[in-house]
């Protein structure tokens, strides 16, 4: 029997990042006019970097500055702080054991992706890794999903994403794809609500659970 397709968000999904994400905006950010509060910047997680940035910029070199900046401090202090969260290593173990194809849908780059994978030890866990150089349009929008169906050789009703964030629900519903939002993310249950997930995980280990409910 085919199973189903899982897809995963990667920051505040399977891994605790967002204290690094935040950090790394503090530091960029630090002594400039114009700055997100935290919950600004919480706000965007999931979107590209740049994205994020282009707000509260003058323009694209400005930009391109601060990925620097931000990109100097996520650098420096990736591994000390990121962490899996609670049942992720098992429970992505398991999928893996019982057959079922997993990818990676991330608005992270290819190398701190990597890296961040390596460091918690998930490097060899997915068949598809789509990163934010590999789409032109990014989450909210499919095409990241669509990406990531496609190099799974999956079809969409027969797939699951699962992400901490609005965009992560919004790019898996516009993909034609079941989605589960997890709980323990920044975002909370009344934002996720707003973009409609089909299933709710209050932690990574109930993801077992999701799956019988799918057949």
């Excluded at 990042?17 to 503090?26: A, F, P, R, V």
């Excluded at 970097?49 to 509260?56: C, G, I, K, S, V």
């Excluded at 601060?66 to 992720?88: N, S």
């Excluded at 866990?125 to 789409?135: K, L």
Aim: proline share 6%; net charge negative.
């Amino acid at each position: 029997m085919r199973r189903h397709a899982l897809l995963f968000d990667l920051d505040g999904t399977l891994i605790d990042s967002i204290g690094l994400l935040l950090e790394c905006m503090q530091y960029a950010f630090d002594g400039r006019e114009r700055a997100p509060t935290a919950a600004e910047w919480v706000a965007g997680i999931g979107t590209p970097l740049r994205t994020q940035l282009a707000e509260w910029c003058r323009d694209a070199h400005d930009v391109e500055a601060m990925v620097g900046h931000y990109r100097d401090y996520q650098d420096l202090h990736l591994e000390r702080l990121t962490t899996p969260f609670p049942d992720v290593l098992d429970t992505i173990r398991w999928a893996r054991d019982l057959g079922y194809p997993t990818a990676i849908v991330t608005s992270k780059g290819k190398g701190m992706t990597k890296r961040s994978l390596d460091h918690v030890g998930l490097g060899d866990a997915f068949d598809a890794v789509v990163t934010f150089e590999e789409t032109t349009r990014h989450k909210p929008l499919p095409d990241p999903v669509f990406l990531a169906l496609e190099r799974l050789g999956a079809r969409a009703d027969s797939a699951l994403f699962v992400g901490d964030s609005p965009h992560d629900m919004h790019a898996g519903r516009a993909a034609g794809v079941k989605t589960a939002a997890a709980l323990w993310g920044p975002f909370s249950r009344d934002e996720l609500a707003a973009a409609q997930p089909t299933y709710w995980l209050s932690g990574f280990g109930e993801l077992p659970q999701v799956l019988e409910q799918l057949g």
